[in-house]
């Protein structure tokens, strides 16, 4: 079982930063990739980053690639989502996801997921 709080979000003007945190607490964190997904009002959950158990490998959606950084502290149950150079259609909520024991996905499979985080950016 893993429990998952995502913090960090807020508004911010285009151009600007936020980093997104998602504190993990239960036996699998170490274990588990992690995903950062959104959901825009209106529109699907659409996958953002995702990070295998050791943080060695990263993969990214074509939208946010050479814009937001996904990474992990896994000796704070931490997983991290740095966000530059934000732009309106980034205004969504954020969800931390994992998956224990499997690598990480563009597909939502993931097996927990947090609550949510609102990410608002002001054109």
């Known amino acids: 079982q893993v429990q998952l709080v995502e913090s960090g979000g807020g508004l911010v003007q285009a151009g600007g930063s936020l980093r997104l945190s998602c504190a993990a607490s239960?036996?699998?964190?170490?274990?588990?990739?992690m995903g950062w997904f959104r959901q825009a009002t209106g529109k699907e959950r659409e996958f953002v980053a995702g990070?295998?158990?050791?943080?060695?490998?990263?993969i990214y959606a074509d939208s946010v690639k050479d814009r937001f950084t996904i990474s992990r502290d896994n000796a704070k149950n931490t997983v991290y989502l740095q966000m530059n150079s934000l732009k309106a259609e980034d205004t969504a909520v954020y969800y931390c996801?994992?998956?224990?024991?499997?690598?990480?996905?563009?597909?939502?499979?993931?097996?927990?997921w947090g609550q949510g985080t609102q990410v608002t950016v002001s054109s």
């Open positions: 996801s994992a998956r224990p024991g499997y690598s990480a996905t563009r597909y939502p499979s993931y097996d927990y």
């Open positions: 990070i295998n158990w050791s943080g060695t490998n990263t």
């Open positions: 239960g036996r699998s964190f170490s274990d588990s990739a």
